[in-house]
């Protein structure tokens, strides 16, 4: 198992053959008491994972929103769009399978993002980014991210994996952001940084 801090730079996934990214949050009523507040928490929150395809640093495909099996064979494959963060465990995940991405793939680029108007981070709780080695039949944990509660960001880059000749290696960002909501245009922009 590699463990993975921002801190160390990029980590060789030599070994590892198919990686997942999960995000999860629960729902939050914000400051709202009463009726108001367990409506808001029953409606939850929408984050969305996306995991941005690049070919030469420019994005060519993605997987999230409405986009769940990009490429068409399933080498990077999106779980669907949960809108409460309501659900047990990872709310979205990308599951990527390294020998099976097209070569003129060189890198990827997990995000998550207050993507959807009226959506954000501020409305969610217990934000979590995990990255996972799914190679064997058990998933073991290679990076668990909390992002910071402070701050009006709605977009965080969370990593990066990238073809280092025939080797893939990740890298952790943690880079947040803000993105105008609603625009695939500026998400893909942030992608790539």
């Known amino acids: 198992m590699i463990t993975l801090r921002k801190e160390d730079g990029a980590a060789d ?3 590892i053959t198919k990686m997942s990214v999960g995000v ?7 400051t709202s008491g009463g009726l108001l507040g367990m ?24 997987a999230g929103l409405d986009s769940l099996d990009p490429i068409g064979n399933g080498s990077v494959l999106h779980s669907g769009d949960e809108q409460t963060g309501a659900a047990a465990g990872d709310d ?6 390294f020998a099976d991405v097209p070569t003129p793939i060189d890198a990827i680029v997990f995000v998550a993002a207050a993507f959807k108007k009226g959506a954000s981070f501020e409305k969610a ?5 995990k990255i996972y080695d799914a190679t064997g039949a058990d998933t073991q944990p290679v990076a668990d991210i909390w992002p910071s509660l402070l701050g009006a960001e709605n977009a965080n880059a969370i990593a990066r994996a990238f073809r280092n000749g025939p080797v893939w290696q990740l890298e952790v960002l943690d880079r947040k952001g803000k993105i105008k909501q609603g625009d695939r245009q500026a998400l893909l922009r942030f992608a790539i940084g």
Not at 92 to 97: K, N, P
Not at 125 to 129: A, G, L, Y
């Open 13 to 15: 996934l030599a070994g």
């Open 24 to 30: 999860s949050w629960d729902p939050s009523a914000g």
């Open 39 to 62: 409506a808001r928490r029953k409606r939850g929150v929408d984050l969305d994972l996306i995991a941005v395809l690049l070919q030469g640093g420019e994005p060519v495909r993605f």
């Open 92 to 97: 979205e995940t990308v599951h990527v399978t």
């Open 125 to 129: 709780n217990n934000v979590s980014f």
